[in-house]
């Protein structure tokens, strides 16, 4: 396979589970009620543990009272728990209830299951390939991750001064 047919079958194969990953998060999100960004919330809590508001607002790319807002919805919805740190009172610590991370974790099994039907699909030779190429692929995406730009900084850089892309 040439180097521009795997980068070919590479950006299929993201636009695939792009595209299923978005429906089934869609389907669930508004299965429980939420919002796209509350999901969000919630799977930065769930990755991190523990948050602040400002570190939200951030992530989030929105204003603090934006944030604190939906973390407000979260916290009545018994999703999310807010508490004060012991020596100043100022300084809120947010994690996931139990349920607000039941709730991720099935949407999180959901998207498993699919992955899992694809994998019995294959033989076991096939699952030896894969196995083998996606480890490169891991490795290669590590080492981007440690210090290399990505993409996304590159064309940023490549347009430093443009709007969107295009030249004002």
Known sequence: MTSSKLKATIHQLMDVITTRSIQERAYHVKAAGLSIPQFGI????????????????????????????????????G???????????????????????????????????WVDAVVERLT???????????????????QIQEGKKSQVEKLNNKNEGTAHGFQE
Not at 54 to 77: G, H, K, Y
Not at 80 to 93: A, L, S
Not at 124 to 142: M, N, T, Y
């Open 42 to 77: 919630l799977m930065h809590l769930y990755y991190h543990n523990t948050s602040g508001v400002s570190l939200i607002s951030e992530f989030m790319d929105v204003s603090t009272a934006a944030a604190s807002q939906m973390v407000d919805r979260l916290v009545q919805n």
């Open 79 to 113: 999703l999310v728990e807010r508490t004060e740190e012991p020596n100043d009172r100022r300084v809120k610590h947010l994690t996931l209830t139990n349920e607000g991370r039941v709730l991720i974790e099935t949407g999180l099994a959901t998207r498993h299951i």
């Open 124 to 142: 076991p030779q096939e699952c030896r390939q894969v196995e083998q190429g996606l480890d490169i692929l891991a490795r290669s995406l590590e």
